[in-house]
């Protein structure tokens, strides 16, 4: 079971921009398929985007051109840059990792 430790969430003004990080205990060289997703009030957890062990990523439409997951597989990380924030992008953002391993998750808030 590898275990995932997000951080970098907050609170941020529309239009900004924030960056998330997700730290693995183990190589992630070896994970087929890592993400995030997130979870507002109120509402099922959705997927944000995926990043698979070859590089190659998904995003759902509506962050399309304004997220970018990329990882660091030197550090055995994964990030999450989020450009443009909306209110909308308010939710509890977690980690996944392939095996059905999920972070405790990190607060993005967005407002004014």
């Known amino acids: 079971q590898v275990q995932l430790v997000e951080s970098g969430g907050g609170l941020v003004q529309p239009g900004g921009s924030l960056r998330l990080s997700c730290v693995a205990s183990?190589?992630?060289?070896?994970?087929?398929?890592m993400g995030w997703y997130r979870q507002a009030p109120g509402k099922q957890r959705e997927l944000v985007a995926t990043i698979t062990r070859g590089g190659g990523t998904a995003y759902a439409d509506s962050m399309k051109g304004r997220f970018t997951i990329s990882r660091d597989n030197a550090k055995n990380t994964v990030y999450l840059q989020m450009n443009s924030v909306k209110p909308e992008d308010t939710a509890v953002y977690y980690c996944?990792?392939?095996?059905?391993?999920w972070g405790k998750g990190t607060l993005v808030t967005v407002s004014s």
């Open positions: 183990e190589s992630i060289l070896s994970i087929n398929y």
């Open positions: 996944y990792a392939w095996g059905n391993n």
